[in-house]
């Protein structure tokens, strides 16, 4: 039997404990509904909030590679769009030369319209420029030149914890148009021989000129020479293009796997941290009808005392 004290109340004590209990869980059950967040902070459950920081953190870095992919796949279609135009500019050059093969023709008038195909190949490499990089109208001679350009396309952790960042590495040694430097040269201002091959002699495609050739045979095999070296230059322009073509998806098909990979690590994170709504609604729905309960208990135990009261009345 419970002893009745008016310097302890037992039955006061055990439902204030019971209600502050109670309180307590509401205190947490609303924190998790306003925020949304069952692990809020380190207290809550700092093995879960550790890693669920680490995993954000690594997604912000995922963010700034698919960020990166972006921009690398910009350069690469201003580039493949650059190649593109050449390739039907060095066409017209290309039929230009075909009709000056017929004798009687005109052909000061002819190199004055390939003078200006020549100005616009020009123009489209210089143009194509994204974010300061060009990679058709290069200077190889000059200091920090490197052919091979850097993407970067994933950042991974090891299960050490060590980070890396991958790149993806483009050639545009084989893309190039046209090379200031002394030494080197580009598919269209590249001297070539009669076969149309890079020669270290020879006219290129960039500054061939037909004005003074005759119907003599050796001017006639000049321009059979100027004609294979403007086919052939289409054809590794046409090769560059392919390259760039295949790099472009291959930059596409990387940023699909960085989103997808961004949306697992949130989908990871959120089954960490992320608090359920309808258990949580649930239970301050119970906790509610407790803590009413609880507030009635503790009432009819503070009135223990009156009862005692009672016993001394005469």
Request: aromatic share 4%; hydrophobic share 40%.
């Amino acid at each position: 039997m419970v002893m009745s004290s008016i310097n302890t109340n037992y039955a006061a004590m055990t439902a204030l404990q019971n209600l502050q209990s109670t309180s307590k869980d509401m205190l947490q059950t609303q924190s998790r509904i306003s925020t949304g967040f069952k692990v809020a902070s380190a207290q809550d459950n700092a093995a879960y909030w550790s890693i669920a920081t680490t995993m954000r953190s690594d997604n912000k870095a995922l963010s700034t590679v698919q960020e990166a992919l972006g921009l690398g796949k910009a350069t690469v279609n201003v580039a493949y769009a650059a190649t593109e135009s050449a390739i039907d500019v060095a066409t017209e050059i290309k039929t230009k030369l075909v009709a000056a093969r017929q004798p009687g023709v005109d052909r000061t008038k002819i190199q004055s319209e390939l003078k200006e195909l020549q100005n616009q190949l020009k123009s489209i490499a210089d143009s194509s420029s994204f974010s300061g990089e060009n990679w058709l109208s290069v200077d190889s001679s000059a200091s920090g030149y490197n052919a091979t350009k850097s993407v970067v396309s994933s950042f991974t952790r090891s299960a050490a914890g060590t980070v890396s960042v991958g790149t993806l590495s483009i050639n545009t040694g084989t893309t190039k148009l046209y090379d200031a430097s002394a030494s080197a040269a580009g598919i269209l201002d590249a001297s070539r021989d009669s076969t149309g091959a890079i020669a270290s002699t020879g006219a290129s495609v960039a500054s061939m000129d037909i004005s003074t050739l005759t119907d003599s045979a050796t001017d006639l095999a000049t321009l059979d020479g100027y004609i294979k070296a403007a086919d052939t230059a289409i054809k590794e322009m046409t090769s560059a293009a392919t390259s760039l073509g295949a790099t472009q998806k291959r930059i596409s098909t990387q940023s699909d796997f960085v989103n997808a990979l961004k949306n697992a690590i949130t989908e990871g994170i959120s089954s960490l941290v992320d608090a359920d709504m309808n258990e949580e609604s649930t239970k301050l729905s119970a906790l509610q009808v407790k803590q009413q309960l609880g507030v009635q208990a503790l009432s009819i135990a503070n009135q223990s005392s009156q009862t005692i009261l009672s016993l001394f009345r005469g």
